[in-house]
């Protein structure tokens, strides 16, 4: 009898020991937080806008509105007045088109453009209106008005063109310092970390 008790003490104690470390073992085993997936960059070096190529449009698409007024000028077509006139128009858009590259749509240049194309409008109706009534008038006040607004107009048309192309390079570097930035950062190569350079991006 005693003999049986004793087995039955010694088969609980066994039985105890083996499963305290089974119901320990989760608060054992370390946490493992699931690795989270690598971003993608906001921006990476090809984004960068090229200043050569910023002027290179401006100039470009200049050179093309002036081409197709030549090229009206010296046609005798049906066409060439339309030419002219497509060249012409043109002109107030093409100087800024390293600016639109660069994300940059409203120019000082296409400002002084369109305020230089009013003035040279203006100027041309009052010098022909003034060429009109020069025999009653019997003045030319008018017409040298005119003439003086119209060459203030073309002056001002001509100085936002060529403001256009000359800060297309500079809107280009704008637009890479706004939206790149490069900043120290720790980069490992799988024996040490070292100092490196991280491309960072803002839109």
């Known amino acids: 009898?005693?003999?049986?008790?004793?087995?039955?003490?010694?088969?609980?104690?066994?039985?105890?020991?083996?499963?305290?470390?089974?119901?320990?073992?989760?608060?054992l085993t370390p946490l493992v937080e699931p690795a989270s997936?690598?971003?993608?960059?906001?921006?990476?070096?090809?984004?960068?806008?090229?200043p050569t190529t910023a002027i290179l449009l401006s100039l470009g698409g200049t050179a093309g509105s002036l081409a197709l007024m030549v090229a009206g000028a010296n046609s005798s077509g049906a066409n060439a007045d339309s030419l002219v006139t497509v060249g012409l128009l043109s002109t107030l858009i093409t100087p800024s088109l390293g600016h639109w590259y660069a994300g940059h749509y409203l120019t000082g240049g296409m400002a002084m453009r369109a305020g230089g194309g009013v003035l040279v409008i203006a100027g041309l109706a009052q010098a022909?209106?003034?060429s009109l009534d020069s025999e009653n008038s019997g003045s030319g006040d008018n017409g040298d008005s005119g003439a003086a607004m119209f060459l203030v107009g073309a002056g001002l048309y001509v100085g936002g063109a060529l403001y256009d192309i000359a800060t297309a390079p500079s809107a280009a570097e704008r637009w890479n310092t706004t939206h790149l930035q490069l900043a120290p950062t720790m980069v490992?190569?799988?024996?040490?970390?070292?100092v490196g350079l991280g491309l960072g991006g803002s839109f």
Do not use: F, N, W, Y
Not at 37 to 50: N, V
Not at 188 to 194: C, E, I, L, V
């Open 1 to 27: 009898m005693k003999l049986a008790a004793l087995a039955s003490l010694v088969a609980g104690i066994t039985v105890t020991a083996l499963a305290a470390p089974a119901s320990a073992q989760p608060a």
């Open 128 to 130: 022909l209106g003034s």
């Open 188 to 194: 490992s190569s799988g024996t040490h970390t070292t």
């Open 37 to 50: 997936a690598p971003r993608e960059p906001l921006a990476t070096p090809a984004d960068a806008k090229s």
